[in-house]
């Protein structure tokens, strides 16, 4: 299992990578005006790359995609004004979700970990951590390994799309910490059960016994001398006070 140090550098290698993920998707240059401005939501909607490219790394990318949350993505911008405003604000640190009545940022936050290039670098360093973890695994334990590694970057995948959803980054990175470390246990219980699966069916059949010649002959000799010591008890069924008054 990962486990402590290892664990850690493993959720955050795996955060950065999502997160790298994100930001490759949106390479270019933005929208040169103001975010959020009557102007802005015009040239997205004639399709301006720009325009498009800034509403991907305002996190409403693929929430605009779909024409029908055009509205609802307007609304919940002129919400956050203040926090795209020009300069420095208090505002641009809440966290936005959920929870916080972002409904449409956190639900764009959340489909982002299962798309595009996002999907991609979070499940490549998962794999690569995961090799690495079978690599290093000490003798007899590099499958319980594996499958603990599988569960932990499937587990962290899901924890950070929910806590995205619900808090958007900060959500995030705790919820891919969480579902990271919640995934690896699953992952080592469901390889022990059916590592004793497998176990209690072998004991249940022979267990991994290879029969020989030498042995066959041998169990034939032994039924042999059984058949004959109770051939030679039978005589004595019935006679015992007599053998005893001898």
Do not use: C
Not at 199 to 204: P, V
Request: charged share 15%.
């Amino acid at each position: 299992m990962r486990g402590g140090t290892f664990a850690f550098i493993g959720d955050i290698f795996e955060t950065a990578g999502r997160m790298a993920g994100r930001a490759s998707g949106n390479a270019g240059p933005g929208y040169a005006g103001q975010f959020g401005s009557p102007e802005f939501f015009a040239s997205a909607r004639a399709g301006d790359e720009r325009a498009l490219r800034t509403m991907e790394k305002q996190g409403y990318g693929l929430a605009w995609k779909k024409q029908r949350r055009w509205a609802s993505v307007e609304r919940e911008v002129g919400k956050d004004s203040a926090r795209y405003a020009p300069g420095w604000s208090a505002a641009s640190l809440k966290p936005r979700g959920l929870l916080t009545g972002r409904r449409v940022y956190g639900m764009n936050r959340a489909m982002s970990n299962f798309h595009g290039a996002t999907l991609k670098m979070g499940l490549g360093i998962g794999a690569a951590m995961t090799l690495l973890q079978g690599a290093t695994a000490p003798r007899g334990h590099m499958v319980s390994q594996l499958a603990a590694g599988t569960g932990a970057t499937a587990g962290g995948m899901l924890g950070a799309a929910v806590g995205g959803l619900m808090l958007g980054l900060p959500g995030e990175l705790i919820g891919g910490w969480v579902g990271g470390t919640a995934g690896e246990k699953v992952g080592a219980a469901v390889h022990a059960f059916t590592d004793i699966a497998h176990s209690a069916q072998h004991l249940n059949f022979g267990g991994h016994y290879q029969d020989t010649q030498e042995a066959f002959t041998m169990r034939q000799r032994a039924v042999q001398e059984m058949s004959t010591s109770l051939l030679n008890a039978r005589q004595y069924l019935g006679k015992e006070a007599a053998l005893l008054h001898q």
